[in-house]
């Protein structure tokens, strides 16, 4: 193993764009919840690559499903079908409790779920978009007209036009806003829990509110799921936990288990007829060796019953944390297996950088938020290891009783 990180960050930022920062570590292989860097230094993955590594790292049924297709086919092209594709797209319309007539596009990214279901809004013939104040839904320019977070989106401006940004999880601001759109109104966009914004849900009756608004207004309801999606939330999608059905829906991190790949599902007949051959595509999209991962990461997840585990894993995880009592701690929100540790002080950076140094990836999502999506196979000694570890983590970052005082 070579073990110079120095270097290879320096040849890092001689060779990448920086649009990311340079990382701090060089990872070079993983088993499980555990990633080792070239030094040899074990990490426990609480991220999972950010709520992408569904079955964590090295699983036998994703390895063998990606090595078996990697020399059966790689890539065919949407001249051509092959069977991962079709039993992909089946396996996703029953989860989701579909009736027939439902269907999917798959595409890359998530980024690139969200663009097909821009195009899908479009078919409408209105162009008034209404997305969430907090939100993300990728960079490409299309779905980043929906993204909130300005700093993302001026420098690219103009944007696609007409996207209103209301407050998240607020009732009234979301009936003013269809209000005011009329009968302009193309579709409401939400994540029923967002990820980017700080790992925060939705209420049930806020999400009802969007099924009922939209249905009224003839809009589309469309709900993100790239991240909360593929039972990281103890659900196979977020939404079905508010017992509604959108019109659509897109999906890609946790989807392949670490293999690129986005889908837009769309949500009964007359919703699927809105595209016609012709009208959109894509050269990788539905690629054999990505559908083959997202198989066997869907298969793996039903038969070792790991929506049940990611929710009592997430359960267990909460309540350690506050059991701790600690006085930087404020909640712990979250359903599942996406969480935010929420500190009462600004400085999850810090806790961060700490927790790498400690032998932990976490992400401090929001100044006073720390992401936590490990992998659904997660067991509870791991996360024990973690919680324990939390106090050091958080010493001498002041307690906010004694700076109130
Ligand atoms: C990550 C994410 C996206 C964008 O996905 P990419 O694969 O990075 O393009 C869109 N929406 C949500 C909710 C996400 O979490």
Redesign the pocket.
């Known amino acids: 193993m070579s073990g110079d990180v120095p270097e290879w960050l320096g040849r890092y930022a001689g060779s990448l764009l920086p649009v990311f920062g340079v990382p701090q570590t060089v990872l070079s292989h993983g088993q499980g919840c555990y990633v080792v860097d070239v030094d040899g230094k074990r990490y426990l993955d609480l991220l999972g690559g950010?709520?992408v590594n569904t079955l964590g790292h090295g699983h036998p049924a994703l390895v063998e499903a990606v090595t078996k297709q990697a020399s059966a086919l790689l890539h065919v092209s949407n001249f051509f079908t092959s069977e991962p594709q079709i039993e992909l797209a089946e396996t996703i319309l029953r989860l989701a409790q579909a009736p027939v007539g439902s269907a999917v596009f798959f595409a890359n990214?998530?980024?690139?779920?969200?663009e097909a279901a821009i195009k899908l809004t479009r078919r409408t013939g209105r162009s008034r978009i209404i997305a969430a104040q907090g939100s993300?839904?990728?960079?490409?320019t299309g779905?980043l007209a929906l993204t909130w977070k300005p700093a993302y989106r001026e420098p690219f401006e103009p944007l696609i036009p007409d996207v209103v940004h209301v407050p998240y999880d607020d009732e009234e601001a979301l009936q003013a806003a269809v209000t005011d759109a009329a009968d302009n109104l193309a579709a409401v966009i939400l994540?029923p829990i967002q990820?980017?914004g700080g790992v925060i849900p939705a209420s049930t009756a806020y999400l009802r509110l969007a099924r009922e608004l939209t249905t009224a207004a003839g809009a589309l309801l469309v709900f993100?799921?790239?991240?909360?999606g593929i039972g990281r939330t103890g659900d196979w999608f977020a939404f079905q936990d508010a017992g509604i059905v959108p019109d659509a829906f897109?999906l890609?991190?946790g989807l392949a288990g670490g293999v690129p790949i986005?889908a837009l599902v769309t949500v009964g007949p007359a919703v699927t007829a809105m595209l016609t051959p012709g009208q959109h595509g894509s050269t990788f999209g539905g690629n054999p060796l990505a559908c083959a991962a997202g198989l066997a990461t869907l298969r793996t997840v039903e038969s070792d019953g790991l929506l049940a585990h990611a929710r009592e894993m997430g359960e267990h995880l909460a309540s350690a944390v506050l059991a701790l009592n600690h006085p930087l701690i404020e909640q712990v929100r979250g359903r599942g297996l996406l969480r935010a540790i929420v500190l009462r002080k600004e400085a999850s950076a810090t806790v961060a950088a700490r927790a790498l140094e400690a032998g932990f990836l976490v992400n401090a999502v929001a100044p006073q938020a720390i992401r936590l999506a490990p992998p659904l196979v997660i067991e509870a000694h791991e996360l024990d290891t973690f919680v324990a570890a939390l106090p050091g983590l958080l010493e001498g970052l002041g307690d906010p009783a004694e700076d109130s005082a």
């Open positions: 950010i709520a990214s998530g980024t690139e779920a969200i993300f839904h990728g960079r490409s779905a994540e990820g980017e993100d799921e790239i991240q909360s897109t890609a991190k986005g």
